[in-house]
């Protein structure tokens, strides 16, 4: 089966965590954390629509300055989600600039900012080119508590950890896959068209097998055929993105219920357990408690990463501890 995203770590484990979710599709990427991102390019920048930060340490949110210059003259929105704060964050960031060339010729690029809290998004402005990006105050839709964007294929949830600071995790999920079998089209007589997102839509969201599905023309076919013949489903892939966390059992609960099953968990693993004070004053993780919450979790696979530079020659023992601790 093809895939939908790929998710990859924007830096090696020692520098910036940062993780890019590109989507096979429609030129669109989306962002966890904005600590440096040189690695990335500019094209791959440019796509970004959505960026996530869980904290605004320097570590995870200095590289905001370069996704805003490559995507400055672009009219496309960018659309940011943090903790509670975070538009006075951004605000100062963009106040920080000499912006007398913009005005209300400018391209119309626009910045929202959403501050997700415990009962999920609450507060949402947004900051326009053509503005100078002055802040302005803006309605949002209502979205369940703990989900931070809900779109047709996917959804992001989140969670607010502990850090001595709120700090957010997020869960990237995928909706039923379906795709589409060209062979069960043909047998069926028909067409590729726009009808193919409907149907796929209509599978996505549960309708019953009799919901006639416009296939082009006058003609039309209960969804079930559609299902028999030509469209295969299959569950999407989860991703889940946990850094700078405490290791306390509100934080691990929360954790777990948010990567649950995931197939792929990136945490961080800061700390060898032989350090797991200095760990417990730092409000990070150790490669062995990442490891635990990962199986707890009942992920595919655990990546760990964010790993304090003081191991620098010694990667393989974070590595090795936190796959132990996890079952490997
Ligand atoms: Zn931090
Ligand atoms: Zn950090």
């Given at each position: 089966?093809?895939?939908?995203?790929?998710?990859?770590?924007?830096?090696?484990p020692?520098?910036?965590?940062?993780?890019?979710?590109?989507f096979?599709?429609?030129?669109?990427?989306?962002?966890?954390?904005?600590?440096?991102?040189?690695?990335?390019?500019?094209?791959?920048?440019?796509?970004?629509?959505?960026?996530?930060?869980?904290?605004?340490?320097?570590?995870h949110?200095?590289?905001?300055?370069?996704?805003?210059?490559?995507?400055?003259?672009?009219?496309?929105?960018?659309?940011?989600?943090?903790?509670?704060?975070?538009?006075?964050?951004?605000?100062h960031?963009?106040?920080?600039?000499?912006?007398?060339?913009?005005?209300?010729?400018?391209?119309?690029?626009?910045?929202?900012v959403?501050?997700?809290?415990?009962?999920?998004?609450?507060?949402?402005?947004?900051?326009?080119?053509?503005?100078?990006?002055?802040?302005?105050?803006?309605?949002?839709v209502?979205?369940?508590?703990?989900?931070l964007?809900?779109e047709?294929?996917?959804?992001?949830?989140?969670?607010?950890?502990?850090?001595?600071?709120?700090?957010?995790?997020?869960?990237?999920?995928e909706?039923?896959?379906?795709?589409?079998?060209?062979?069960g089209?043909?047998?069926l007589?028909?067409?590729?068209?726009?009808?193919?997102?409907?149907?796929?839509?209509a599978?996505?969201?549960?309708?019953?097998?009799?919901?006639?599905i416009?296939?082009?023309?006058?003609?039309?076919?209960?969804?079930?055929?559609?299902?028999?013949?030509?469209?295969?489903?299959?569950?999407?892939?989860?991703i889940?993105?946990v850094?700078d966390?405490?290791?306390?059992?509100?934080?691990?609960?929360?954790?777990?219920?948010?990567?649950?099953?995931?197939?792929?968990?990136?945490?961080?693993?800061?700390?060898?357990?032989?350090?797991?004070?200095?760990?417990?004053?730092?409000?990070?993780?150790?490669?062995?408690?990442?490891?635990?919450?990962?199986?707890?979790?009942?992920?595919?696979?655990?990546?760990?990463?964010?790993?304090?530079?003081?191991?620098?020659?010694?990667?393989?023992?974070?590595?090795?501890?936190?796959?132990?601790?996890?079952?490997?």
């Open positions: 089966m093809t895939w939908f995203v790929q998710a990859s770590l924007v830096n090696e020692f520098s910036d965590p940062g993780l890019l979710i590109d096979r599709f429609g030129r669109r990427a989306l962002l966890f954390d904005l600590g440096d991102n040189t690695p990335l390019s500019p094209r791959q920048l440019f796509r970004v629509t959505h960026a996530l930060v869980s904290h605004a340490h320097m570590d949110f200095a590289g905001f300055d370069r996704l805003l210059r490559v995507c400055l003259h672009r009219t496309t929105p960018l659309r940011l989600t943090g903790p509670a704060g975070f538009g006075d964050r951004v605000e960031k963009l106040k920080a600039y000499t912006l007398n060339l913009l005005d209300e010729r400018s391209c119309d690029f626009v910045i929202t959403a501050e997700f809290g415990d009962y999920g998004v609450d507060g949402v402005c947004e900051f326009r080119a053509r503005e100078a990006f002055r802040r302005r105050a803006i309605q949002h209502g979205l369940p508590p703990g989900t964007l809900d047709d294929e996917f959804r992001i949830s989140g969670a607010v950890l502990d850090h001595g600071i709120p700090c957010l995790a997020f869960a990237f999920e909706k039923v896959r379906v795709n589409v079998w060209g062979e089209l043909k047998t007589g028909l067409p590729i068209g726009p009808w193919l997102k409907e149907a796929k839509r599978v996505r969201r549960g309708e019953p097998d009799d919901r006639r416009a296939v082009g023309g006058d003609r039309s076919l209960p969804l079930g055929v559609l299902k028999q013949h030509a469209l295969r489903s299959a569950t999407g892939q989860k889940a993105y850094v966390v405490a290791y306390c059992d509100r934080n691990v609960e929360k954790i777990v219920a948010l990567a649950k099953a995931a197939d792929q968990l990136f945490i961080e693993a800061a700390f060898l357990e032989a350090d797991a004070e200095i760990a417990a004053q730092r409000r990070h993780l150790t490669a062995r408690q990442a490891g635990d919450i990962a199986r707890r979790a009942g992920v595919a696979r655990l990546v760990p990463f964010h790993f304090s530079a003081r191991y620098h020659a010694r990667e393989d023992e974070l590595r090795t501890e936190a796959a132990r601790a996890f079952g490997e």
